[in-house]
């Protein structure tokens, strides 16, 4: 199965927010960028065809730009959510009083943070979905989602080996990844 996922516009968060799973607004220049998305999908459609299906996370910064696309009846799927960051959705790290988060600083994709859920668990909810899609027969999806759902993309697509390398290769707001599964 071929994976184009975009990633979500620049959110309106101040830098150093912890805001995973929070349905936060988006910057002013959305419609721009949301435009400009649009086009490179545009052109991906004419050069190879249409995608056989479109899924969105349901936070609004996803479905909103799935509609600016194109792709408003794009399935809205739950394990497409970003990491919940539990307790510590829009506190400053450095502002976490947690002692939580020491650990998770040192083993984030184990720790679960208070409420929440660790990198491992969002590994296994995402690999259910590409697994019931890869069974269904889809040959080529479009996914509208978050940075850490790439960096779960990346690793299970064997495009990095670790996910440190994930984190590194994650694409910028707005940015794209395909990958094959």
């Known amino acids: 199965m071929r994976i184009v996922m975009v990633r979500h516009t620049a959110v309106d968060v101040p830098k150093g927010v912890c ?3 929070t349905d936060v607004g988006l910057a002013d220049d959305f419609d721009a960028e949301a435009a400009k998305i649009g086009r490179k999908l545009d052109e991906m459609v004419k050069e190879r ?10 936070a609004t910064r996803c479905v909103k730009l799935a509609e600016a696309c194109g792709y408003g009846e794009a399935l809205r799927d739950e394990r497409l959510l970003e990491l919940n960051f539990g307790e510590w959705e ?4 450095d502002e976490i009083t947690d002692p939580v988060i020491w650990k998770w600083y040192d083993d984030w994709q184990h720790v679960v943070p208070t409420g929440g859920e660790s990198f491992e668990q969002q590994t296994r909810r995402v690999s259910r979905a590409l697994e019931e899609y890869v069974n ?15 960096m779960q993309l990346l690793l299970l697509g064997r495009q990095v080996s670790t996910a440190e390398e994930a984190a590194a290769a994650q694409p ?3 940015g794209m990844i395909e990958i094959e599964i």
Not at 49 to 58: I, K, M, N, R, Y
Not at 139 to 144: A, I, P, V
């Open 90 to 93: 829009m506190k400053r790290y």
């Open 49 to 58: 065809g249409e995608f056989d299906l479109a899924v969105t996370s349901p």
């Open 19 to 21: 805001y995973g799973r």
């Open 172 to 174: 910028s707001y707005g």
């Open 136 to 150: 269904a027969g889809i040959g080529s999806l479009l996914m509208f989602a978050h940075g850490g759902i790439a």
